[in-house]
């Protein structure tokens, strides 16, 4: 699986802003980077077996907002993607204030694990942690604010930097420490990624906005733009009409 598409970088200018804008730039620039590698690599990501007999639980995600909100928004992501680092921490808080928190939209997180990315599998294994204790997104933002120093091929052990994290979000360290050595939630990301798979989402961020499937990233005006659509559609949806509420999913570019 690869990222189909990454932003392009602002244009440094003299301003007290600059350290964040260079800071931006880098990041796409990684993104691009690892990008091709992802292209080029066929690294195995790290997953525990589990017995092919036992069926896996639903694959449900984490929901940010109001679960019944009018435009009901999935993503797929991955932690160890660094073009899902640079959504999440540049995009992602326009939209959870402008979209989620005015009940526009809900967003669920889904887990899409791409195979070149060794340490992704942990990462979310450290968040489905966080969230038996009621804090999946705020380790979701410590993990894709933190991204540059557990990912990667470097970093052999990355439980460390996410023990740290947990910490940093006021987990119980002790209770989260075990549930991540026994990778208790190793279903429910299994899970995830075969729905991911029936999908077929080709890469990472992928989002289901409404009757679209985009897979590739966006500004908040583009988001904004899809999600404008869909409430239109919603509006204009009869209440009880099955068939549009289902509704048939087409890619967008």
Same mark, same amino acid.
């Given at each position: 699986?690869?990222?189909?598409?990454?932003?392009?970088?602002p244009k440094p200018?003299?301003s007290p802003k600059?350290?964040?804008?260079?800071?931006?730039?880098?990041?796409?620039?990684?993104?691009?980077?690892?990008?091709?590698?992802?292209?080029?690599?066929?690294?195995?990501?790290?997953a525990t077996t589990?017995?092919?007999?036992?069926?896996?639980?639903?694959?449900?995600?984490?929901?940010?907002?109001?679960?019944?909100?009018?435009?009901?928004?999935?993503?797929?992501?991955?932690?160890?993607?660094?073009?899902?680092?640079?959504?999440?921490?540049?995009?992602?808080?326009?939209?959870?204030?402008?979209?989620?928190?005015?009940?526009?939209?809900?967003?669920?997180?889904?887990?899409?694990?791409?195979?070149?990315?060794?340490?992704?599998? *942990? =990462?979310?294994? %450290? #968040? /489905?942690?966080?969230?038996?204790?009621? $804090?999946?997104?705020?380790?979701?933002?410590?993990?894709?604010?933190?991204?540059?120093?557990?990912?990667?091929?470097?970093?052999?052990?990355?439980?460390?930097?996410?023990?740290?994290?947990?910490?940093?979000?006021?987990?119980?360290?002790?209770?989260?420490?075990?549930?991540?050595?026994?990778?208790?939630?190793?279903?429910?990301?299994?899970?995830?990624?075969?729905?991911?798979?029936?999908?077929?989402?080709?890469?990472?961020?992928?989002?289901?906005?409404?009757?679209?499937?985009?897979?590739?990233?966006?500004?908040?005006?583009?988001?904004?733009?899809?999600?404008?659509?869909?409430? *239109? =559609?919603?509006? %204009? #949806? /009869?209440?009880?009409?099955?068939?549009? $509420?289902?509704?048939?999913?087409?890619?967008?570019?």
């Amino acid at each position: 699986m690869v990222k189909k598409q990454a932003p392009s970088p602002p244009k440094p200018r003299s301003s007290p802003k600059a350290f964040y804008v260079i800071l931006g730039a880098v990041a796409v620039i990684g993104a691009y980077f690892l990008y091709m590698q992802t292209r080029a690599g066929s690294g195995a990501a790290s997953a525990t077996t589990i017995d092919p007999n036992v069926p896996l639980p639903k694959a449900e995600g984490y929901v940010l907002g109001n679960a019944d909100a009018p435009v009901q928004v999935i993503e797929y992501a991955d932690f160890e993607c660094p073009v899902c680092a640079y959504f999440a921490t540049i995009t992602e808080p326009d939209i959870r204030k402008r979209l989620v928190e005015t009940g526009q939209i809900s967003l669920r997180y889904m887990h899409y694990h791409i195979p070149s990315h060794p340490n992704t599998w *942990a =990462a979310s294994q %450290a #968040a /489905a942690c966080a969230n038996e204790q009621g $804090k999946f997104w705020e380790m979701h933002d410590a993990i894709y604010e933190s991204q540059d120093r557990w990912a990667g091929t470097a970093t052999r052990k990355p439980k460390g930097v996410l023990k740290d994290l947990a910490e940093r979000v006021a987990l119980n360290v002790r209770q989260w420490e075990t549930c991540f050595d026994t990778q208790k939630y190793q279903p429910q990301l299994l899970a995830s990624q075969q729905d991911a798979e029936r999908r077929q989402v080709r890469g990472t961020p992928t989002f289901i906005i409404g009757s679209k499937m985009i897979d590739h990233n966006m500004s908040y005006d583009q988001f904004k733009a899809y999600v404008d659509t869909a409430l *239109a =559609a919603a509006k %204009a #949806a /009869a209440p009880n009409d099955s068939a549009a $509420k289902k509704g048939t999913i087409t890619r967008s570019k």
